[in-house]
């Protein structure tokens, strides 16, 4: 059975970081397309990014929505079976529910998804 397990919400004040895990059991990350999504009250879910592997490339690569871009980093560590979303800078709009979600090869057709882990921005 696949679980993916976010932590590391809470709440900030506008301007503060936090750092978001998501550990996988039942499934490996490793070279598969992992991600991350966020969904705010009322509001449809918004890709915050990915990371991926592809053809030619020495390194993982990432990609970020518009609204993070600079201010949010996707890393993983594959010994730990683990992905992280490191926030800074956050906003009150930041505010949402963040989930985690794995796919099965370096496509980001996401097919498992977490629980997700709630992160609260206060200005």
């Known amino acids: 059975q696949v679980q993916l397990v976010e932590s590391g919400g809470g709440s900030v004040q506008a301007g503060g970081s936090l750092r978001l895990s998501c550990a996988a059991s039942?499934?490996?990350?490793?070279?598969?397309?992992a991600g991350w999504f966020r969904q705010a009250p009322g509001k449809e879910r918004e890709k915050v990014g990915d990371i991926y592997w592809s053809y030619g490339v020495t390194n993982y690569l990432t990609s970020y929505a518009s609204s993070v871009k600079g201010r949010f980093t996707i890393s993983r560590d594959n010994a730990k079976n683990t992905i992280y979303l490191q926030m800074n800078n956050l906003k009150p709009e930041d505010t949402a529910m963040y989930y985690c979600a794995g796919a099965v090869g370096w496509t980001c057709d996401y097919r498992y998804w977490g629980q997700g882990t709630q992160v609260t921005v206060s200005s």
């Open positions: 039942g499934y490996t990350f490793g070279s598969n397309c």
